[in-house]
C-alpha cells in the first residue's frame, strides 16, 4: 500500500511539472526596464514578479548584454535586447549570443518611418542568415491618423504595415497605440487596432499590442486597473498574441511608472501585477487563437468598426451596450469574448446560450453556463468569456 501511494505521488508531481512546461503563457513584454546601475539578480526577480515575461532593453556593449542574459535566465525571463556590435558587427555578435537560453530575440529598432525600411531589412537579412531562430523586433508607429500618413512617407497606414512587411522580415509584429485619455478613449484606436489585426493575419504573422504602464504628460492618466484591462484585453479580443507595457522605470519627464525615480515600487507596479495575475490564465483562450470576428455594440460605435449585427449560432440572446465582442477559434473550441469598454460603469449584460456552452472563470476553468444567471455584470474593462464546441 505504502509503495503504490509513493507511486501515486510521484505520478502527480511528474504531471504537475509537466503541465508547467506545456501551459501557455501571454509574453508580458516590458520597455524602459531596469539601468544599467541597478542591473542585478534583485531587480531582475522584481520585474519577474510584477508579471513580465520579458524585457526590451539596450546596453552599451555586448558584455553588458551577456551579463543581462544570465540575470534574466537565473530569474526565469527572457529578453529582446541590443548593443552596439550588433549593429557594426552582427553575423559575430548574433553568433556570440545566440545559443544563451534566455534570448528571446535581437531588439532592432522603434518606431521607424517609411524611408527607413531598406536599411533595415539589410540589417535584418544580416542576422537571420546568422540566427534564424530568433525575432528581430521592430516596433512599428501607432495608427494615430490611420487615413493621414503622408509622414510615414506611405499613402495609408495598410501601406505603411504592407511595404515594412515586404522590406524587413519578422516573426512577431507590433505597434504602440496609448487610448486612455484623461477624459476619453481616443477616437481612433480601435480603427487602428482593427487595420494591424486584419493586416497581420493576411500576413499569418502575431502581433503585440501595448498597455500604457506610465503617464508621459497632462493627456494621459495615471494608469488604473480598469484602463489597464481596457487596453490588455481590447487587444486580445483583437486576436493580440501578446501585450507591451511602457513604462517600467520611470524617467525624467514622466509622471508616473512601475518604479519611481528612486527606485521603489509604485502603486502601478501593484496594478500590473494584477492585471498578469488576472490576464495568465486565460493564456489557453487566447495563445494560438484565430480571429474570427469582432464586432462593436451600442448607439455609437468607435471610427472605423462594424456594429454587432450575428451572433454565433450557439449564443441565442445577447444584450450589452458599449461592448466590444469578437468570436475567437482555438482547436477543438470558439469563444465568445465580451469586452466592457466603459472605465468608470459595470456594464449589464444578457446572454443565454444553447446547451454545451461553457463560461471561463477567472481561474481559468470551464463550467457551464446553465449554471449562471444570465443578467451578468462585467466590471470596467472587464470581459467576460464564453466557450462551445467549434464546429467542423
Known sequence: MKLNFTFCVVLIFLHSILQAQVSPKIPMVVWAGIPKAEINEYRFNELKQMGATIAIAQYENIADFEKALTLAQNTGLKLIASCPELKTNPEATTKQLKNHPALYGYYIQDEPLRKDFDELGVWVKKIKVSDPTHICFVNLIASIHPTYTKALGTNSYQEYIQEFAKIVPQDVFSFDFYPILTDAIHENWYEGLGIFSKETASLKKPFWGFALASSYNDLHPIPTIPALRLQAYSNLAYGAQGIELWAYWMSEGLRSAPISLDGKRTVVYERIQALS?????????????????????????PKGTTQLMKLPDAIKVFDADEALVSTLENGAYS?????NKNLHHSMPTVILTE?????????????????????????????AIFRYPTKK
Do not use: C, W
Request: hydrophobic content about 40%.
Open 355 to 383: 446547451d454545451g456552452v461553457e463560461r471561463i472563470a477567472k481561474d481559468g476553468t470551464a463550467s457551464p453556463a446553465k449554471n449562471y444567471s444570465p443578467n451578468l455584470e462585467i466590471e470596467p474593462g472587464d470581459m
Open 335 to 339: 469563444y465568445f469574448i465580451v469586452v
Open 277 to 301: 495575475k488576472e490576464m495568465q490564465p486565460y493564456a489557453a483562450v487566447f495563445m494560438g487563437a484565430k480571429l474570427i470576428s469582432v464586432n462593436h455594440t451600442g448607439v455609437v460605435i
